[in-house]
């Protein structure tokens, strides 16, 4: 074997090659990096509007009981409210998303016109960079111990 073919079998890439190599897998890590970075902000608002979600089912349990509805027709309580210490957002969710939430409570009209259909409302609002977000629920109670239903 002559030393010039020993050369050549030893050679390796040549630095064009190696650059067109490195074109090549950048091109392709690009749009990889856009999906992965895209994918973890989908995953962080998601698990924002899950939180505000559950503060929300939280609020509306506390809430949705009869004699607390009932002295709070036409009102809507903002939370955090000092007059309502026991209604409370979940404090990471507060602080991190500077959420607030507010709970109306409004006489439904039925169709006999009777006064006993509530409509609950519970809002959750919170801020994410700098877009304003929001979530609610809501709910009819019936107060069905002030029903007389007619005797035949």
Request: overall charge positive.
């Given at each position: 074997m002559s030393v010039k073919s020993a050369c050549a079998s030893l050679r390796g890439f040549t630095l064009i090659q190696i650059m067109i190599a490195l074109a090549i897998l950048g091109i392709a890590l690009i749009p990889a990096s856009y999906i992965f970075t895209t994918s973890?902000?989908?995953?962080?608002r998601g698990q924002a509007l899950l939180d505000a979600?559950?503060?929300a089912e939280s609020l509306m349990d506390q809430v949705c009981y009869d004699r607390f509805?009932?002295?709070n027709v036409g009102r809507t309580i903002t939370i955090p409210d000092d007059n309502f210490p026991q209604l409370k957002i979940l404090p990471y969710f507060a602080e991190k998303f500077s959420a607030t939430a507010s709970i109306t409570f409004e006489e439904e009209p039925t169709y006999f016109n009777q006064r006993n259909l509530r409509r609950v409302k519970v809002s959750v609002e919170w801020k994410e960079g700098d877009r304003e977000l929001s979530t609610s629920l809501e709910t009819?109670?019936?107060n069905i111990n002030d029903i007389l239903l007619p005797l035949k």
């Open positions: 973890n902000r989908k995953v962080v979600t559950m503060v509805i009932m002295s009819l109670k019936a």
